[in-house]
């Protein structure tokens, strides 16, 4: 079955540093993935998507995403954390048999000032 | 443009009463998802509506149902609440051809006392 595992529940970094929120999925063949944001009291929003075009994913608000089948991974990355980025975030991927989206628990990004 | 929006934004039921909830697509979408999302977890799909006719369906019992209007609104309605079912409860909504670009709306936080 198709999922994806999230690694980190929290993550905390300092404003100005680096972010990486990490996410393994388990799929048959070529998943499609993407990553959501979630603002507290606001609607999720799609951040990047991965459909088997490049693998490296540039998304918006200076985040990234790099797709590795040989480690199953689609790690989140943006080279200089924000205060705005603090927020909840999802990794997901795409059933193959019938498209629909299949959620990671969430991995809650904590930015120091 | 009017992204997705959802009504009510809070509402607290008791044990056993029936709700409603009801979720405004995007402009030019037609496809209207539900999920529902536990605190501290990711969303979980409920059920996906295309053509006024539900066209897939997450692992949730009989007692969610829905209703999608011919102007792509739709409705969520749950029987008999329980109190497991106190949650976040977001609608999304594509495109048919899209379904995986999801545009998500605030949603409706249920409390079942």
């Known amino acids: 079955a198709q999922s994806v595992t999230q690694l980190d529940s929290h993550v905390s970094v300092s404003e100005g540093t680096p972010v990486l929120l990490r996410c393994n999925y388990s799929?048959?063949?070529?998943?499609?993935l993407f990553w959501y944001v979630q603002h507290p009291n606001k609607g999720l929003q799609l951040l990047l998507k991965?459909?088997?075009?490049a693998t490296l994913v540039k998304g918006i608000n200076g985040f990234e995403a790099e797709f590795k089948k040989s480690e199953t991974s689609f790690h989140l990355t943006k080279p200089s954390a924000h205060m705005s980025d603090a927020a909840e975030y999802f990794c997901?991927?795409?059933?193959?048999?019938?498209?629909?989206?299949?959620w990671g628990a969430g991995t809650k990004l904590i930015i120091k000032p | 443009d009017a992204g997705v929006t959802q009504s009510p934004t809070h509402l607290i039921k008791t044990r056993g009463q029936q709700v409603t909830l009801r979720c405004s697509p995007k402009?030019?979408?037609?496809?209207v998802s539900w999920y529902q999302q536990a605190l501290g977890q990711g969303p979980q799909f409920i059920f996906q509506?295309?053509?006024?006719?539900?066209?897939q369906r997450g692992n949730f019992p009989d007692r969610f149902s829905g209703h999608q209007y011919p102007n792509y609104s739709s409705e969520l309605n749950v029987n008999a609440l329980l109190l497991g079912d106190s949650a976040l409860y977001l609608c999304?909504?594509?495109?048919?051809?899209?379904?995986?670009?999801?545009?998500f709306g605030p949603g409706t936080r249920l409390t079942v006392t």
């Open positions: 997901v991927v795409r059933r193959d048999s019938n498209y629909q989206l299949i």
């Open positions: 799929s048959s063949y070529s998943p499609s």
């Open positions: 991965y459909t088997s075009a």
């Open positions: 402009s030019g979408h037609d496809t």
């Open positions: 509506y295309y053509e006024e006719e539900e066209r």
């Open positions: 999304a909504s594509s495109t048919r051809l899209a379904t995986y670009e999801q545009y």
